[in-house]
Every structure is written in structure tokens, then in C-alpha cells.
């Protein structure tokens, strides 16, 4: 079945370094969402991307996706200790009408 | 996120006894979708719903039981079949077509 694999599963940073998040999904995607989960709460949604080599920014966030639309990557810049959390990254699922799938997600901490 | 509820927030029972997780929406949303997500894990899908009266199986179905008898709600039956009951639910919405997931709070059941 379809895959979706995320590296690194934890990352420790200083404050004020950059920190890099990847997905690889083992089919061709439609499309892939970013979502973040705080500690202790829900996952929320950060962005989708649709086309190919498609590159978003929100503030410090830069989001890409790979020209074959199997991979995708979220970079931070400078982060802040708001960033701490798990980043997940997610794709429709083979088979199934709205159904996506997760990746494992990167545990992002940062030392202050 | 906004117009999903569930609750209680935290809840304990005793091994053996069933138990059903509330998911409300004000937001009109088709799809609904129930997940399971233990520590240091990512999300695993138990079971989705594309429109009132239909559901469909996730990757982790046993042992658990889903109803969709109105658009605004889907509640989750965690019966005494499944064998690790304890975990953080979560459950989610999508709009009609679409793949963003907009999660709920969640709720953290603990069976003693």
C-alpha cells in the first residue's frame, strides 16, 4: 500500500537555527498538507500544495513540492521557540475518496 | 478547529467495558473521520465517513464501531475487543472534495 515516509523523526535545534522537515511518498500525489501538532494538542492544518515544484512561504515557513510530486519539504528559518512541535506531512491515500495519510512527523524541539 | 467538539477531553474506564467518544460539527462538513494517535506515533485512520448513513473502514477498524445518523455527528465505540484501548483520539472533518483535514481537540482515554 501506499507510504508516506517522513525524516527526521526528532530534531533538537538552538534558538535561531534552521531546521528542515522531508516527505516521501512512495506514489505520485495530487497533492500534500503540512499540518502541526503542539504539545499536548490537536494537529493543525498549515498549508496544502498542489502543483508541481509548487513553493509556499508563510512568515518563516517555506514549503516545497518536488517536480514529481513525491516528495515535499518544510524549512524553517531562524526558528523560535514557538515553533516547538510535530510537523506532519500528509497525501491522499490510494483507493479511498478523501482519505489521506500520515506521515510518522518530525518532532522539532528548540533549545532556547 | 473552530466548529468541531469533542468531548470529555480526558476520560478513564475500566478494561473491558465499551465506551463511545462524541465528535460534534457546526461547520455543514461531509466527510468526517475518526483517528488514533499513540505516543511518539502518527495518526492512523479508524474509520471515515463521506456522507450521512455511509462509513467506511480505516487501517485499524477492530474493535471499534462508528454510527453516522446525522451530518453533525460521528460518534466513536471503543468496545472491549479492542485489545489497547488507550490512546489519544482524534477526530477530524473535511470539506466536500477536498483533503484538508480539520482536527477537533481530541480526546485521551486511558482504560485502567
Known amino acids: 500500500g501506499q507510504q508516506v515516509m517522513q525524516i527526521p523523526q526528532y530534531q533538537h535545534v538552538q534558538e535561531g537555527e534552521d531546521f528542515t522537515t522531508y516527505c516521501n511518498s512512495s506514489t505520485t500525489l495530487s497533492n500534500i498538507q503540512w499540518y502541526k501538532q503542539r504539545p499536548g494538542g490537536h494537529p493543525v492544518f498549515l498549508i496544502q500544495l498542489v502543483k508541481s515544484g509548487e513553493v509556499k512561504k508563510q512568515k518563516r515557513l517555506t514549503f516545497q513540492f518536488g517536480e514529481a510530486k513525491k516528495n515535499s519539504s518544510l524549512h524553517i528559518t531562524a526558528t523560535q521557540t514557538t515553533d516547538v512541535g510535530t510537523y506532519f506531512c500528509a497525501g491522499p491515500s490510494n483507493g479511498g475518496y478523501q482519505k489521506v495519510t500520515f506521515g510518522i512527523g518530525t518532532k522539532l524541539q528548540v533549545i532556547p | 478547529d473552530g466548529g468541531i467538539t469533542q468531548s470529555p477531553k480526558y476520560l478513564f474506564r475500566k478494561e473491558g467495558q465499551n465506551v463511545t467518544l462524541s465528535c460534534e460539527q457546526n461547520?455543514?462538513?461531509?466527510?468526517m473521520y475518526w483517528y488514533r494517535q499513540d505516543p511518539g506515533q502518527g495518526l492512523r485512520l479508524i474509520y471515515y465517513?463521506?456522507?450521512?448513513?455511509?462509513?467506511q473502514k480505516g487501517d485499524i477498524a477492530e474493535g471499534y464501531s462508528v454510527s453516522r445518523e446525522k451530518k453533525e455527528s460521528f460518534p466513536l465505540t471503543v468496545t472491549s475487543a479492542q485489545k489497547n484501548p488507550t490512546a489519544f483520539y482524534l477526530c477530524a472533518i473535511s470539506s466536500t472534495g477536498g483533503h484538508e483535514q480539520f482536527f477537533g481537540p481530541g480526546t485521551r482515554l486511558t482504560v485502567l
Open positions: 461547520l455543514n462538513h461531509d466527510a
Open positions: 465517513s463521506q456522507i450521512v448513513n455511509d462509513f
